[in-house]
């Protein structure tokens, strides 16, 4: 594959603007691309991969949260639990009916599979079992990726935007009890249905740390603090600060001891 980059980004620049970008949430999903593309490219490239192979991570990146924006129009949210699973929407849009994949990039039969199979498989809870070496470690770049950016977005983006309730709603709120035992007693991220709080999503993004896959992952999550920065506010009631630091705490060791 030989690709295109400046192709890929006029294609994905011409598909946004049918969206309004000054809705915050658009805008929110056009940085994050880019973001997710930049963290691919960089551990594709810690892996030593070929040049092909880091344009196509870095590809995985820049289409796998096509299907966002027209799920936010059709249905003015981001959660795919009362609307539509965003990651098999937006290959749908890319891959069926008139198979827009083409106007980013000439891919082949093989390429084409292995890009749509990523990209569906983006925001699964678990990966299937019976995958190639190959499909796994280009879904795992992927997943990695939007995970370590979904931290930034959680630290640049202001709470009342992300999810949708006033700030002091979220810091008002507290920690579920399946939500708090996966962060102090588990390595895995929390599952969506335990979430049922403000501040149970807030730690849910936190806690996708646990299952990130490359050392790469996560050296940029330590660089960028993301944890402490994500984990600083305070909220109102003593107990939740309290558990707070200690989901804090928690994940910094886990963090530091992956990249040891």
Not at 163 to 188: F, Q, R
Request: proline content about 3%.
């Amino acid at each position: 594959m030989t690709l295109d980059r400046d192709q890929v980004r006029t294609a994905f620049a011409t598909y946004v603007k049918d969206y309004d970008d000054t809705n915050p949430k658009i805008k929110l999903k056009i940085v994050h691309t880019y973001h997710v593309a930049d963290i691919a490219e960089r551990i594709a490239k810690s892996l030593s991969l070929s040049n092909e192979d880091i344009d196509f991570a870095w590809l995985s990146g820049m289409l796998h949260d096509i299907g966002r924006f027209e799920q936010l129009r059709q249905f003015d949210t981001f959660n795919d639990f009362v609307s539509i699973d965003h990651a098999e929407f937006g290959a749908d849009i890319l891959f069926e009916g008139d198979k827009i994949i083409t106007r980013f990039a000439g891919l082949s039969s093989t390429e084409t599979k292995l890009l749509e199979k990523a990209i569906r498989l983006h925001n699964k809870y678990r990966l299937p079992e019976d995958l190639d070496e190959r499909t796994l470690m280009f879904s795992n770049i992927l997943r990695d990726a939007d995970k370590v950016d979904i931290l930034r977005v959680n630290i640049d983006t202001p709470l009342s935007e992300i999810y949708s309730v006033p700030e002091s709603e979220v810091l008002n709120s507290t920690i579920s009890p399946m939500v708090l035992d996966t962060a102090l007693h588990k390595t895995e991220v929390v599952q969506r249905k335990y979430s049922k709080t403000p501040l149970d999503h807030l730690i849910g993004h936190s806690c996708l740390v646990f299952e990130l896959v490359y050392p790469e992952s996560y050296k940029i999550v330590k660089e960028n603090d993301y944890i402490n920065k994500l984990l600083s506010f305070k909220a109102t009631d003593k107990v939740v600060n309290q558990e707070i630091k200690e989901i804090r705490d928690r994940i910094n060791q886990y963090i530091d001891a992956k990249i040891a």
